[in-house]
């Protein structure tokens, strides 16, 4: 039952990779299941969640719903890439996005989340300020079923502020008054 | 020491260092940068794929399955039936009535039928073509009014009530009398239609048979300990052979609460096969396997006297509970008991009935049971309250069941924020300004609820501590915790990080969480009914406190002062009397460990005796409840019929919050899930018992341009048990979304929607009845 096997030649988080695998298998097979990245992640398996986007040159793609073979020679950027880019430009530790998620407690299970900070890091690579409705827009191919969003679009807001000096808004919990029965 | 001790409320050092503060996750960098391992991440030298045959007839009696082209097939390594596994299993021990495949018959489409072990998924896949089953048909049970009175053929034989899954009928109080003397009735009809969890991670379960007889499985579940019990009783091994251990967890809302197929044929394969063995659920699969939320036609009738009192609440329900069991019992009752707060009503009636029928089983699905009732109930209080011409918020403070009291139902209630609950959500709203007078077309609406801080029904009867924990002290100034408790994204683990940091006063780095692993973990009952935090909180508290003793009682005899002086915080250790007093807390480790040898603490919870005196009474008693109450504001365009919920303001009493940014991050989740159940979301089957839509595009969950501005207002009454005071915060605030959506529709355009969803054909329909009623013109978008 083996399709029939090509070499494909990928370029993984700045690295080029060498890697047999059947043809007829996804960029998401192969990222999971031949380079072990498996930061990637399978919700659906058709196009339906978003979990599993990556980048390709820069670009959020469904890597469920892209042939290995169509990508070679291309940038292919997996949520594995972005700590090491980001210490690699001089940085400390996550890339602000990452650990924006990780601060506004973004991060509930988790599964959808390597796609989200994938399409996070899109936008805010393209446009560095965008509006509120910008930040809903790009992150609308990305199904989350545990935070109801807002915490995520607070970690955008506060990748933003940081990157652009702009103030976040309060969080409805952060209110001054006490929390006691009145 | 006894495990019901309560720990107070208060801080152990005084002040809080940790608790109460918007911290990190234990796990949270480990998930943002695609370290975290779940169960699909896992691969095994060696190992095989399984993929899982399923029924394509919603009822139907096995002939025969003839496997041997399957088996031919190069790459395959075994198939397994029913044959195979036939010892029946239910996480409630008084109802097994699963096979994981099936024996002799089918009950829905997507019961499984028989498993594949091959080289790759590919191959299984093409095995699982070639694998002959001859069935033959049965009549399906798609509805369950006629599950109540038809019984031939029976879904499950043998059982002497039919069809009927599980009746409750109780009764407190001289129910029919109240009614009868009642100055207003209100008695009306509501249905809840039936959705699904939809995490996004798929179940995943992989198999490893160690050439020494230990079976290693590793599943996506939310509940380690029933999964290792199960296994042990199907594949009839001794249960300290089996190992079972929750990865890192894609999300979860109830739906990884039952054992499930998958866990058992893996388990088989692999011992079959002397390889390790994976199984991934597709997408579709896991729509078919669902467990999700009962289906329920409700029929409520509610008695008050002139000033909005509440005398009396009868209700009859009919639970459509698919095909199996599951939590079925539990889910039975919940529709009762849990109705009994946040309001007083002196005499209550609840006459619940759960009946098979041939569809995708049901379970627990978040606010397990208490959604649906919570949904009739807080619409029919609304229709109370415009019989009386009261306002909503109003009558619902009026009936406050108050604090440290006890319910008509035997449930002891002790703290109770939610009249601040009320006033919150009032003032956020600016309800008083608003509801009633913004323009036709938007609307307000309030509801309130109550739900468990988990039960002291633990699901197999024993006298063991619910929760447990231990504590590892290393010489390096590490603390490792282990706890059998499951974090699904919740952030349980996070829960025990923080409570042992600040019990031993550590840095959050010097504290490492090992969880849900029966190897390594005392038993912890596993993640649900929002036992967690408050269980595994008190457990670890315990443990510490334990720890805390031997480390204070080892530096005042170093320092030679009193042990009352000494103080741990923020990694060091203090004498409060004397500044040249302070020493690293690793060095307080090793002054320990010198008196009293290797260190390490264990602690536990039980929860103490509650419930009433009746059978069935401990089903819903928590030892503290939380509560909720919502204002949903809405849109309803009257052309289209389409309503779109524009924000909800939740505010949740939940005891205290350990970490207020966790709590909140819970209720706007649970307000999101609430809102698509009344708006987006259906499970259903077709005339065939074939899912109407059994994808992530079809079943239509809430992206970010659906999903309502969600405000979080955090109430802290500080329970007397719970740790540091805290309770639930994971399910109650998914409770009043629903209801308070149709208040903010009847407010918006004056039709009172009682069948969920509220799609735009039924929004038009009401709205048209709407019309005729006053006499208007019938076409839509016509006057106001
Ligand atoms: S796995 Fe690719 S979109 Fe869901
Ligand atoms: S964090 Fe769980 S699905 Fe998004």
């Given at each position: 039952m083996r399709g029939r096997m090509g070499v494909l030649h990928l370029r993984i988080n700045g690295d080029d990779v060498e890697v047999a695998a059947p043809s007829h298998w996804t960029l998401l097979e192969v990222l999971r299941y031949r380079l072990g990245l498996t930061g990637s992640k399978q919700g659906c398996d058709k196009g339906d969640c978003g979990a599993c986007t990556v980048l390709l040159d820069g670009k959020p793609v469904l890597s469920c719903l892209t042939?290995?073979?169509?990508?070679?020679?291309?940038?292919?950027?997996?949520?594995?890439?972005?700590?090491?880019?980001?210490?690699?430009?001089?940085?400390?530790?996550?890339?602000?996005?990452?650990?924006?998620?990780?601060?506004?407690?973004?991060?509930?299970?988790?599964?959808?989340?390597?796609?989200?900070?994938?399409?996070?890091?899109?936008?805010?690579?393209?446009?560095?300020?965008?509006?509120?409705?910008?930040?809903?827009?790009?992150?609308?191919?990305?199904?989350?079923?545990?935070?109801?969003?807002?915490?995520?679009?607070?970690?955008?807001e506060l990748a933003i502020a940081e990157a652009t000096g702009k103030r976040p808004k309060p969080r409805s919990w952060e209110s001054t008054e006490p929390r006691g029965s009145s | 020491m006894a495990a019901r001790d309560r720990h107070g409320k208060d801080a152990p050092w005084g002040e809080f260092a940790v608790v109460g503060k918007p911290l990190r996750k234990v796990d949270g960098l480990a998930k943002a940068t695609g370290a975290a391992i779940y169960a699909d991440d896992i691969a095994l030298p060696g190992m095989l794929h399984a993929k899982t045959l399923r029924s394509p007839h919603a009822h139907a009696r096995i002939v025969s399955i003839d496997a041997s082209d399957a088996l031919a097939l190069p790459g395959v390594h075994a198939v397994i039936t029913g044959k195979d596994l036939p010892v029946k299993y239910g996480v409630i021990p008084w109802t097994p009535d699963e096979n994981a495949l099936a024996v002799d018959?089918?009950?829905?489409?997507?019961?499984?039928?028989?498993?594949?072990?091959?080289v790759d998924e590919d191959t299984a896949n093409a095995a699982l073509k070639r694998i002959r089953v001859e069935y033959e048909l049965l009549h399906a049970y798609l509805d369950p009014r006629e599950s109540l009175t038809r019984h031939d053929p029976a879904i499950h034989e043998g059982r002497k009530e039919g069809n009927v899954s599980k009746n409750v009928l109780l009764e407190f109080g001289a129910i029919d009398q109240?009614?009868?003397?009642?100055?207003?009735?209100?008695?009306?009809?509501?249905?809840?239609?039936?959705?699904?969890?939809?995490?996004?991670e798929p179940h995943c379960a992989v198999a490893q048979y160690s050439a020494d007889g230990v079976l290693t499985v590793w599943s996506a579940t939310q509940i380690t300990h029933y999964v290792h019990r199960a296994l042990a009783r199907v594949l009839e091994l001794a249960p300290?052979?089996?190992?079972?251990?929750?990865?890192?967890?894609?999300?979860?809302?109830?739906?990884?609460?039952?054992?499930?197929?998958?866990?058992?044929?893996?388990?088989?394969?692999?011992m079959r096969t002397g390889r390790p063995v994976k199984m991934l659920y597709t997408r579709e699969e896991v729509f078919y396997c669902h467990r999700g939320r009962h289906p329920m036609q409700m029929r409520y009738r509610t008695g008050a006297s002139k000033d909005g009192m509440l005398r009396g609440v009868d209700a009859k329900i009919l639970i459509d509970g698919g095909s199996y069991s599951s939590f079925g019992l539990v889910t039975t009752y919940y529709a009762g008991q849990l109705l009994t707060g946040p309001y007083?009503?002196?005499?209550?009636?609840?006459?619940?009935?759960?009946?098979?029928?041939?569809?995708?089983?049901?379970?627990?699905?978040?606010?397990?049971?208490?959604v649906q009732?919570?949904?009739?109930?807080?619409?029919?209080?609304?229709?109370?309250?415009?019989?009386?011409?009261?306002?909503?918020?109003?009558?619902?403070?009026?009936?406050?069941?108050?604090?440290?009291?006890?319910?008509?139902?035997?449930?002891?209630?002790?703290?109770?924020?939610?009249?601040?609950?009320?006033?919150?959500v009032e003032r956020a709203s600016d309800w008083s300004t608003r509801h009633g007078k913004l323009p036709f077309g938007r609307g307000l609406g309030v509801a309130g609820s109550m739900y468990i801080s988990g039960t002291n029904y633990p699901?197999?009867?024993?006298?063991?501590?619910?929760?447990?924990?231990?504590?590892?002290?290393?010489?390096?100034?590490?603390?490792?915790?282990?706890?059998?408790?499951?974090?699904?994204?919740?952030?349980?683990?996070?829960v025990v990080q923080y409570i042992v940091a600040e019990e031993l006063g550590l840095a959050l780095d010097q504290v490492r969480v090992v969880a849900a692993d029966t190897d390594l973990c005392p038993v912890d009952l596993g993640a649900y009914s929002s036992r967690v935090t408050f269980m595994v909180g008190n457990a670890t508290i315990d443990a510490c406190r334990k720890l805390r003793a031997q480390l204070v009682e080892a530096l005042a005899a170093h320092w030679q002062v009193d042990a009352k002086r000494v103080r741990l915080i923020h990694g060091e250790a203090l004498d409060l009397e004397d500044a040249t007093h302070h020493l690293p807390i690793v060095e307080a480790f090793h002054l320990a460990e010198e008196r009293f040898d290797t260190l390490g603490a264990t602690g536990s919870y039980n929860t103490p005796e509650l419930g009433g005196p009746y059978r069935g009474g401990t089903i819903g008693a928590s030892p503290a409840y939380s509560f909720t109450a919502h204002v949903a504001e809405v849109t309803v365009d009257i052309e289209t019929g389409r309503v779109r919920c524009e924000k909800v303001w939740i505010a949740h009493d939940c005891g205290r919050a350990l970490n207020p940014m966790l709590v909140a991050g819970q209720m706007e989740g649970s307000a999101y899930m609430g809102v698509a159940e009344a708006l987006m979301e259906e499970h259903t089957v077709n005339r065939y018992g074939l899912h109407r839509g059994p994808s992530l595009l079809d079943y239509r969950i809430p992206t970010s341009v659906d999903t309502p501005e969600l405000a979080a207002l955090i109430v802290e009454s500080l329970d007397p048990e719970g740790p540091y005071g805290a309770k639930e915060a994971g399910e109650g605030p998914l409770h009043p979304s629903i209801p308070a959506i149709s208040n903010a529709i009847f407010d918006a355009v004056g039709i009172r929607l009682k069948h969920l969803p509220f799609t735009p054909g039924k929004v038009l329909a009401a709205l048209a009845e709407r019309r005729a009623r006053a006499g208007e013109p019938t076409v839509a978008g016509g006057a106001r």
């Amino acid at each position: 039952m083996r399709g029939r096997m090509g070499v494909l030649h990928l370029r993984i988080n700045g690295d080029d990779v060498e890697v047999a695998a059947p043809s007829h298998w996804t960029l998401l097979e192969v990222l999971r299941y031949r380079l072990g990245l498996t930061g990637s992640k399978q919700g659906c398996d058709k196009g339906d969640c978003g979990a599993c986007t990556v980048l390709l040159d820069g670009k959020p793609v469904l890597s469920c719903l892209t042939l290995a073979c169509t990508v070679e020679g291309r940038a292919v950027t997996t949520i594995e890439g972005l700590l090491p880019a980001h210490v690699a430009g001089g940085g400390q530790g996550a890339d602000p996005v990452q650990d924006a998620f990780d601060r506004c407690g973004a991060l509930q299970c988790g599964f959808c989340q390597s796609g989200m900070m994938l399409s996070a890091r899109a936008l805010l690579d393209r446009n560095p300020n965008p509006s509120d409705e910008e930040v809903r827009a790009a992150l609308a191919g990305n199904l989350c079923r545990c935070t109801g969003y807002t915490q995520i679009y607070q970690a955008v807001e506060l990748a933003i502020a940081e990157a652009t000096g702009k103030r976040p808004k309060p969080r409805s919990w952060e209110s001054t008054e006490p929390r006691g029965s009145s | 020491m006894a495990a019901r001790d309560r720990h107070g409320k208060d801080a152990p050092w005084g002040e809080f260092a940790v608790v109460g503060k918007p911290l990190r996750k234990v796990d949270g960098l480990a998930k943002a940068t695609g370290a975290a391992i779940y169960a699909d991440d896992i691969a095994l030298p060696g190992m095989l794929h399984a993929k899982t045959l399923r029924s394509p007839h919603a009822h139907a009696r096995i002939v025969s399955i003839d496997a041997s082209d399957a088996l031919a097939l190069p790459g395959v390594h075994a198939v397994i039936t029913g044959k195979d596994l036939p010892v029946k299993y239910g996480v409630i021990p008084w109802t097994p009535d699963e096979n994981a495949l099936a024996v002799d018959k089918v009950r829905f489409i997507g019961d499984p039928v028989a498993a594949v072990a091959a080289v790759d998924e590919d191959t299984a896949n093409a095995a699982l073509k070639r694998i002959r089953v001859e069935y033959e048909l049965l009549h399906a049970y798609l509805d369950p009014r006629e599950s109540l009175t038809r019984h031939d053929p029976a879904i499950h034989e043998g059982r002497k009530e039919g069809n009927v899954s599980k009746n409750v009928l109780l009764e407190f109080g001289a129910i029919d009398q109240a009614l009868a003397t009642s100055d207003v009735i209100v008695e009306d009809e509501y249905t809840f239609h039936g959705t699904t969890h939809a995490a996004i991670e798929p179940h995943c379960a992989v198999a490893q048979y160690s050439a020494d007889g230990v079976l290693t499985v590793w599943s996506a579940t939310q509940i380690t300990h029933y999964v290792h019990r199960a296994l042990a009783r199907v594949l009839e091994l001794a249960p300290h052979r089996i190992r079972v251990v929750q990865p890192c967890l894609g999300g979860a809302f109830g739906g990884k609460s039952d054992p499930f197929s998958l866990e058992f044929c893996v388990a088989t394969l692999a011992m079959r096969t002397g390889r390790p063995v994976k199984m991934l659920y597709t997408r579709e699969e896991v729509f078919y396997c669902h467990r999700g939320r009962h289906p329920m036609q409700m029929r409520y009738r509610t008695g008050a006297s002139k000033d909005g009192m509440l005398r009396g609440v009868d209700a009859k329900i009919l639970i459509d509970g698919g095909s199996y069991s599951s939590f079925g019992l539990v889910t039975t009752y919940y529709a009762g008991q849990l109705l009994t707060g946040p309001y007083a009503f002196p005499t209550y009636r609840f006459d619940s009935t759960r009946v098979f029928t041939n569809k995708p089983p049901c379970g627990p699905k978040r606010g397990h049971g208490s959604v649906q009732p919570r949904f009739a109930f807080e619409v029919q209080l609304d229709q109370l309250a415009e019989k009386l011409a009261l306002d909503p918020i109003e009558i619902r403070r009026r009936n406050f069941v108050g604090e440290h009291t006890t319910t008509v139902n035997g449930q002891r209630i002790t703290s109770n924020g939610f009249l601040a609950c009320l006033d919150q959500v009032e003032r956020a709203s600016d309800w008083s300004t608003r509801h009633g007078k913004l323009p036709f077309g938007r609307g307000l609406g309030v509801a309130g609820s109550m739900y468990i801080s988990g039960t002291n029904y633990p699901v197999y009867p024993n006298k063991m501590p619910q929760a447990g924990i231990q504590l590892k002290v290393d010489r390096s100034g590490l603390v490792l915790a282990f706890t059998g408790g499951n974090d699904i994204g919740q952030g349980s683990n996070s829960v025990v990080q923080y409570i042992v940091a600040e019990e031993l006063g550590l840095a959050l780095d010097q504290v490492r969480v090992v969880a849900a692993d029966t190897d390594l973990c005392p038993v912890d009952l596993g993640a649900y009914s929002s036992r967690v935090t408050f269980m595994v909180g008190n457990a670890t508290i315990d443990a510490c406190r334990k720890l805390r003793a031997q480390l204070v009682e080892a530096l005042a005899a170093h320092w030679q002062v009193d042990a009352k002086r000494v103080r741990l915080i923020h990694g060091e250790a203090l004498d409060l009397e004397d500044a040249t007093h302070h020493l690293p807390i690793v060095e307080a480790f090793h002054l320990a460990e010198e008196r009293f040898d290797t260190l390490g603490a264990t602690g536990s919870y039980n929860t103490p005796e509650l419930g009433g005196p009746y059978r069935g009474g401990t089903i819903g008693a928590s030892p503290a409840y939380s509560f909720t109450a919502h204002v949903a504001e809405v849109t309803v365009d009257i052309e289209t019929g389409r309503v779109r919920c524009e924000k909800v303001w939740i505010a949740h009493d939940c005891g205290r919050a350990l970490n207020p940014m966790l709590v909140a991050g819970q209720m706007e989740g649970s307000a999101y899930m609430g809102v698509a159940e009344a708006l987006m979301e259906e499970h259903t089957v077709n005339r065939y018992g074939l899912h109407r839509g059994p994808s992530l595009l079809d079943y239509r969950i809430p992206t970010s341009v659906d999903t309502p501005e969600l405000a979080a207002l955090i109430v802290e009454s500080l329970d007397p048990e719970g740790p540091y005071g805290a309770k639930e915060a994971g399910e109650g605030p998914l409770h009043p979304s629903i209801p308070a959506i149709s208040n903010a529709i009847f407010d918006a355009v004056g039709i009172r929607l009682k069948h969920l969803p509220f799609t735009p054909g039924k929004v038009l329909a009401a709205l048209a009845e709407r019309r005729a009623r006053a006499g208007e013109p019938t076409v839509a978008g016509g006057a106001r």
